[in-house]
């Protein structure tokens, strides 16, 4: 299938700039609020899936320089946690098992969805559990360190967190919001017909406490929250442009399995549920384009240099499943980035393909617009939607010898070239011809070494630029033709 028919029909055209900035007029002139571009971040450099076997991922970013990493193994057995200094180096550090299961009784059986939080100066590790006796008496606990390091420490149980029902509980997380610290879980309900719903508390005196008020948060009513499953569970907060965003996973844990959004203020009162919007689409989903499936129970973390949010997750690369999907151990941890959209909300895209993760082009002389494809044409334009319709990874030359192409992240197999000096994303056809127009010699910004030009591997002379909104491979001399022949990747 070509990149358009995928999609159902061509592609809507997103709204220009100056149809952007007069929504954002007319919002301030009736007293909305109005969300601020976040400013650029530097591009990653991961390679995916980060860890195999390993779901409900969990990584924490200390003040001591080190990512921990903690996720559910497939056995249900145990809490394991493993630590480095870069995110990818997480792929190959050394796994140390902290904590089994019980014997007998309470904490004996699926042993799920641990996390990792220092507070207070103390490290806890919050997961769920059944008993012996009755495995799917599934409740939260917490363990708890006081060493500086949570790989050698010595741990302690602190028990479980009673809720106002002895019920199916599990997914317990953690955040602070102007100063108060909350506990956010998944649980059933008595009276509600679902599997679970998300709930909300302050944290008593002690991080294996809650007081007060417990508010229910949302319950799985639409399609996409009900399939298999009625679920809102593995709920995860990230707080930026004023904002709350808590996301949450829904359905059965096959392909079904997707990521939905609560969004609150962050000046608003958390404890009352009209505080919460429920997005009506899930915001991130399996994609067979891609082969990503069951895309779920996320975590947020930080690049190394602090700049991009990282979006931390489990998925599988096949749909079907034989069997319970629960018995299935090849759930995999992955990480990409976070991109911001221009009124401040999140923007998760696709689960990117296996391998390196992708980047955007933005143009040195647009600040705000990124090399895309619309169409089959190759386009520079501001806020792009689809996301994933301006994400390329940069991979090795189709032609070789030391060139690189471009491959489309939604379109797998489809790469940038130029015909007639116009470049298009296009399937590789297997041909020298394509495989030569579509290979392009990395060089340093012709307008700034902070960015890349890349210059055609076939026509020596000739770079990628834009021009009235459209890619070409042409001559460039100027100031301003080589700002347009320089792409900052993102």
Same mark, same amino acid.
């Given at each position: 299938?070509?990149?358009?028919?995928?999609?159902?029909?061509?592609?809507?055209?997103?709204?220009?700039?100056?149809?952007?900035?007069?929504?954002?007029?007319?919002?301030?002139?009736?007293?909305?609020?109005?969300?601020?571009?976040?400013?650029? /971040?530097?591009?990653?450099?991961?390679?995916?899936?980060?860890?195999?076997?390993?779901?409900?991922?969990?990584?924490?970013?200390?003040?001591?320089?080190?990512?921990?990493?903690?996720?559910?193994?497939?056995?249900?057995?145990?809490?394991?946690?493993?630590?480095?200094?870069?995110?990818?180096?997480?792929?190959?550090?050394?796994?140390?098992?902290?904590?089994?299961?019980?014997?007998?009784?309470?904490?004996?059986?699926?042993?799920?969805?641990?996390?990792?939080?220092?507070?207070?100066?103390?490290?806890?590790?919050?997961?769920? /559990?059944?008993?012996?006796?009755?495995?799917?008496?599934?409740?939260?606990?917490?363990?708890?360190?006081?060493?500086?390091?949570?790989?050698? !420490?010595?741990?302690?149980?602190?028990?479980?967190?009673?809720?106002?029902?002895?019920?199916?509980?599990?997914?317990?997380?953690?955040?602070?919001?102007?100063?108060?610290?909350?506990?956010?879980?998944?649980?059933?309900?008595? !009276?509600?017909?679902?599997?679970?719903?998300?709930?909300?508390?302050?944290?008593?005196?002690?991080?294996?406490?809650?007081?007060?008020?417990?508010?229910?948060?949302?319950?799985?009513?639409?399609?996409?929250?009900?399939?298999?499953?009625?679920?809102?569970?593995?709920?995860?907060?990230? &707080?930026?442009?004023?904002?709350?965003?808590?996301?949450?996973?829904?359905?059965?844990?096959?392909?079904?399995?997707?990521?939905?959004?609560?969004?609150?203020?962050?000046?608003?009162?958390?404890?009352?549920?009209?505080?919460?919007?429920?997005?009506?689409?899930?915001?991130?989903?399996?994609?067979?384009?891609?082969?990503?499936?069951?895309?779920?129970?996320?975590?947020?973390?930080?690049?190394?240099?602090? &700049?991009?949010?990282?979006?931390?997750?489990?998925?599988?690369?096949?749909?079907?499943?034989?069997?319970?999907?629960?018995?299935?151990?090849?759930?995999?941890?992955?990480?990409?980035?976070?991109?911001?959209?221009?009124?401040?909300?999140?923007?998760?895209?696709?689960?990117?393909?296996? !391998?390196?993760?992708?980047?955007?082009?933005?143009?040195?002389?647009?600040?705000?617009?990124?090399?895309?494809?619309?169409?089959?044409?190759?386009?520079?334009? /501001?806020?792009?939607?689809?996301?994933?319709?301006?994400?390329?990874?940069?991979?090795?030359?189709?032609?070789?010898?030391?060139?690189?192409?471009?491959?489309?992240?939604?379109?797998?197999?489809?790469?940038?070239?130029?015909?007639?000096?116009?470049?298009?994303?296009?399937?590789?056809?297997?041909?020298?011809?394509?495989?030569?127009?579509?290979?392009?010699?990395?060089?340093? !910004?012709?307008?700034?070494?902070?960015?890349?030009?890349?210059?055609?591997?076939?026509?020596?002379?000739?770079?990628?630029?834009?021009?009235?909104?459209?890619?070409?491979?042409?001559?460039?001399?100027?100031?301003?033709?080589?700002?347009?022949?320089?792409?900052?990747?993102?």
């Amino acid at each position: 299938m070509t990149p358009k028919c995928r999609s159902g029909s061509p592609r809507r055209r997103t709204a220009t700039p100056l149809l952007v900035v007069l929504a954002m007029v007319l919002a301030l002139l009736a007293g909305l609020p109005v969300g601020t571009p976040a400013a650029a /971040a530097p591009a990653v450099n991961y390679t995916n899936p980060l860890a195999n076997q390993r779901a409900d991922p969990h990584i924490f970013k200390h003040t001591d320089g080190y990512y921990y990493f903690t996720a559910t193994v497939p056995q249900y057995d145990r809490i394991v946690l493993r630590r480095a200094t870069t995110l990818q180096g997480l792929a190959s550090a050394t796994e140390t098992t902290i904590w089994r299961r019980h014997t007998s009784g309470e904490m004996a059986a699926h042993i799920w969805a641990p996390e990792i939080h220092f507070i207070n100066g103390r490290w806890y590790v919050y997961f769920a /559990a059944g008993r012996s006796d009755d495995v799917w008496r599934i409740r939260m606990y917490v363990l708890e360190n006081a060493g500086a390091n949570p790989l050698t !420490g010595s741990w302690t149980e602190r028990g479980r967190i009673s809720t106002p029902w002895d019920t199916f509980s599990l997914d317990a997380s953690t955040f602070v919001a102007n100063g108060v610290r909350y506990l956010v879980w998944a649980q059933s309900e008595p !009276g509600i017909n679902t599997n679970s719903n998300l709930y909300l508390a302050r944290m008593g005196a002690n991080p294996w406490q809650i007081t007060g008020t417990v508010t229910r948060l949302t319950v799985p009513t639409y399609d996409w929250e009900t399939r298999g499953y009625r679920v809102a569970e593995g709920p995860a907060v990230i &707080q930026r442009n004023g904002r709350i965003f808590l996301t949450y996973s829904a359905s059965a844990t096959d392909a079904n399995y997707c990521v939905g959004l609560l969004t609150a203020s962050a000046g608003a009162n958390l404890l009352s549920a009209s505080a919460w919007t429920k997005s009506s689409t899930p915001v991130f989903a399996s994609n067979a384009a891609t082969s990503q499936y069951g895309p779920g129970h996320n975590s947020f973390t930080v690049s190394e240099d602090g &700049q991009s949010d990282i979006l931390v997750y489990h998925d599988r690369s096949y749909r079907d499943i034989n069997g319970d999907p629960l018995n299935d151990p090849n759930r995999r941890t992955r990480i990409q980035k976070v991109y911001w959209n221009a009124d401040g909300t999140p923007n998760f895209g696709i689960p990117v393909p296996d !391998g390196a993760t992708p980047v955007r082009l933005r143009p040195q002389d647009l600040g705000s617009s990124y090399l895309r494809h619309y169409d089959y044409r190759a386009r520079v334009e /501001a806020n792009v939607s689809p996301l994933a319709d301006s994400q390329f990874r940069i991979v090795s030359g189709l032609a070789g010898s030391g060139s690189v192409s471009l491959e489309s992240t939604n379109f797998p197999g489809y790469y940038l070239r130029h015909r007639n000096y116009e470049v298009f994303v296009e399937r590789d056809d297997g041909s020298a011809q394509f495989r030569a127009d579509a290979s392009f010699t990395r060089r340093a !910004g012709l307008a700034s070494s902070a960015g890349i030009s890349l210059e055609a591997g076939n026509f020596a002379g000739r770079y990628l630029r834009h021009r009235s909104g459209l890619v070409y491979v042409e001559p460039v001399s100027s100031s301003a033709e080589q700002a347009s022949a320089t792409f900052h990747l993102e």
